[in-house]
């Protein structure tokens, strides 16, 4: 497959970080080559010139949890159908999860998911690998080996499934240490969620449905943060969602434990009080959790204790969702509608700047997955992968207009005011006023 040559882009009147008067950037050979007030004077005639009204201007964003769904389920999503929805989202770089069908827990896997990604060409796709043979949490993978193939592999995790087994997950550390590559923890004792749909709390009680206690996410929190610490190794925990997870998440690092983690949109916005609909499309793992839980845990990105958004975004097709709550596919998407949701919850409330919330979408993530081209301060001589966003759009989320194959969006119907209207991946324009550009 040929590259296309880039071209030179001018992007018109946007604010970095929503700071001071607009200025102009001149993007050439996928980096930043001018900034300021009159870069657009240095542009050549045949430059691709965007107009772009005093947007906010960030770097583009990384979420270290995606679930692209293949191979095996390219009914649901595809690396191309979610690449296409990350650009939309202002994403440039994602991590692709490892429990595909087969799961990525080899280097044949995992080395076809990045070729994929590159051809698709529309945002960095990192493919995931297992930590476990087949997910099973029994025999680990040949982590050395997917790290040293093409796709040179990160981030290592069973998420979907909890390495639960403590001497295994010791293993893991100890191994992915001497790697230099991090475990990501779907951190779920499977002992206590044993039939669980729902939050277990006074909703699920009152709704009849089975509970999955912050017990089972905490202890595994608490645990792998004690097996970090001695293994000297370092950990991240997937999808935190409990007030509890805030608190020990506060005491590991205060230990000086090399521990990082990621929260979702949906528990930032969303609680149980959903579940009274018996809507399936609210059912994920882990659940929707108390509305404390979520003030918590918004409060805990401000402060750094939890370093980054995440999406989980876990598309499913519209017969596993649209059923009686119980039986539903837990899991909702998100790459399309996480920066809407973080701007409206922590912008919109003063709790954050707009450089505060490209440390929790691009920066830190980008720290924590060890890229060096994403996440990088918005200069000249830069990489140019970017993110724009017009914070005044009156945007109403329908989720069969989505890009993302499935439509099992919590947010449909609902009007978000910011949106992403541009990505510049690698120099090149690949989404624009909600359209991907191949
Ligand atoms: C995810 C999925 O659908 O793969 N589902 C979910 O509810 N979050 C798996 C996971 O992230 O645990
Ligand atoms: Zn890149
Ligand atoms: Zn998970
Ligand atoms: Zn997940």
């Given at each position: 497959m040929t590259v296309p040559e880039s071209p030179t882009l001018l992007l018109r009147r946007v604010r970095p970080y929503g700071e001071g008067d607009p200025v102009d950037v001149l993007i050439r050979d996928g980096r930043i080559a001018a900034l300021g007030p009159g870069a657009g004077e240095e542009a050549p005639a045949d430059a691709e010139v965007h107009d772009l009204d005093g947007a906010v201007l960030l770097p583009g964003f990384v979420d270290l949890h995606t679930h692209l769904r293949e191979p095996g389920r390219e009914d649901t999503e595809t690396i191309a159908s979610g690449s296409a929805a990350a650009a939309l989202g202002g994403y440039t770089a994602v991590f692709a999860m490892a429990?595909?069908?087969?799961?990525?827990?080899n280097q044949t896997v995992t080395d076809s998911v990045w070729r994929i990604g590159r051809e698709v060409g529309l945002c960095d796709v990192h493919p995931v690998g297992a930590v476990t043979v087949g997910l099973k949490g029994e025999q680990l993978t040949e982590m050395g080996q997917m790290a040293d193939g093409?796709?040179?592999?990160k981030i290592f995790s069973d998420d979907g499934m909890c390495v639960y087994d403590p001497l295994v997950m010791r293993r893991a550390l100890e191994y992915s240490a001497g790697l230099g590559v991090l475990i990501a923890q779907h951190a779920e004792e499977p002992r206590l969620t044993r039939g669980a749909v729902a939050h277990e709390g006074p909703t699920a009680a009152r709704l009849g449905l089975t509970g999955w206690p912050r017990s089972a996410e905490e202890s595994i929190v608490a645990r792998d943060a004690i097996l970090a610490r001695d293994a000297g190794a370092r950990v991240h925990i997937c999808h935190a969602s409990t007030t509890g997870t805030v608190e020990l998440l506060a005491w590991a690092k205060s230990q000086g434990i090399s521990i990082t983690a990621e929260v979702t949109p949906h528990h930032l916005l969303l609680d149980d009080s959903r579940l009274e609909t018996y809507d399936g499309v609210y059912r994920v793992n882990p659940p929707l959790r108390e509305a404390h839980d979520a003030r918590a845990l918004r409060e805990a990105l401000v402060s750094g204790v939890i370093d980054c958004v995440a999406t989980d975004h876990a598309p499913h097709a519209a017969q596993e969702k649209c059923c009686e709550f119980a039986a539903a596919r837990p899991g909702m998407l998100g790459l399309e509608t996480a920066l809407p949701i973080v701007a409206a919850l922590l912008i919109d409330s003063g709790d954050m700047t707009w450089r505060d919330l490209a440390r929790v979408m691009s920066v830190r993530p980008a720290e924590i997955a060890g890229l060096t081209d994403q996440g990088r301060p918005i200069e000249v001589g830069e990489p140019a992968n970017l993110a724009v966003v017009d914070p005044d759009s009156s945007w109403t989320v329908i989720g069969e207009d989505?890009?993302?194959?499935?439509?099992?969006?919590?947010?449909?119907g609902m009007t978000f005011a910011a949106r992403v209207v541009g990505t510049v991946y690698h120099g090149r324009m690949t989404s624009r006023d909600g359209k991907a550009l191949a």
């Open positions: 429990n595909t069908q087969p799961p990525q827990d093409a796709a040179k592999v989505l890009a993302s194959l499935s439509a099992n969006t919590p947010y449909e």
